[in-house]
T-cell receptor, first 116, second 114 residues
Framework: ETGVTQTPRHLVMGMTNKKSLKCEQH?????MYWYKQSAKKPLELMFVYSLEERVENNSVPSRFSPECPNSSHLFLHLHTLQPEDSALYLC???????????????FGSGTRLTVV | AQKITQTQPGMFVQEKEAVTLDCTYDTSDPSYGLFWYKQPSSGEMIFLIYQGSYDQQNATEGRYSLNFQKARKSANLVISASQLGDSAMYFC???????????FGKGTRLSVIA
């Protein structure tokens, strides 16, 4: 398998459920990201992991909990979500070099989450 | 603050015609990279083309070219010979100073008409 793989593709969960989104990259990249994309809103950066350490958390509610056990895997643990959390959640990876600007992201296909 | 602006929420183009999607950016950093991504209805973000701030020539990738005007801080995407499969959301993004996350614009929805 190549690229960035996200599972599941679709998820419907109740507000009291606990679920996890999974992202796996086979590109040898050293940084991974979670983005949220709501209808008619710009992409929102949620979490950044570089060399398996979280380096940025853009004031995301604690009901979203990321985990990066190694450089190839990234999880987003979800609990007690709200209907407004329904969105497309995108995972991405990239290769980070100090001072380098020419490395873009490779994205997964996303998980469409619906909270009922 | 670093910022990307895409002023066209939606665009229509006739099949086989060329179309330009606008992108302006704001940064005081001399070193930066500009990216365009395509997002079909399936959701995946697909990398299209890259332009570095020090690149002397405009980037081209097949039917995609980037009209880079550094003094105007614009990086417009030109799609030649549009195809029905080009219908999608298009995002302009910028990375500056290395090790910083990509900053994305709000996107432009392109619809190609037969």
């Amino acid at each position: 398998e190549t690229g960035v793989t996200q599972t599941p593709r679709h998820l419907v969960m109740g507000m009291t459920n606990k679920k996890s989104l999974k992202c796996e990259q086979h590109l040898g990249h050293n940084a991974m990201y979670w983005y949220k994309q709501s209808a008619k809103k710009p992409l929102e950066l949620m979490f950044v992991y570089s060399l398996e350490e979280r380096v940025e958390n853009n004031s995301v509610p604690s009901r979203f909990s990321p985990e990066c056990p190694n450089s190839s895997h990234l999880f987003l643990h979800l609990h007690t979500l709200q209907p407004e959390d329904s969105a497309l959640y995108l995972c991405a990876s990239s290769q980070e070099y100090q001072g380098a600007v020419g490395y873009g992201y490779t994205f997964g296909s996303g998980t469409r989450l619906t909270v009922v | 603050a670093q910022k990307i602006t895409q002023t066209q929420p939606g665009m229509f183009v006739q099949e086989k015609e060329a179309v330009t999607l606008d992108c302006t950016y704001d940064t005081s950093d001399p070193s930066y990279g500009l990216f365009w991504y395509k997002q079909p209805s399936s959701g995946e973000m697909i990398f299209l083309i890259y332009q570095g701030s020090y690149d002397q020539q405009n980037a081209t990738e097949g039917r995609y070219s980037l009209n880079f005007q550094k003094a105007r801080k614009s990086a417009n995407l030109v799609i030649s010979a549009s195809q029905l499969g080009d219908s999608a959301m298009y995002f302009c993004a910028m990375r500056y100073s290395g090790n910083t996350p990509l900053v994305f614009g709000k996107g432009t929805r392109l619809s190609v008409i037969a």
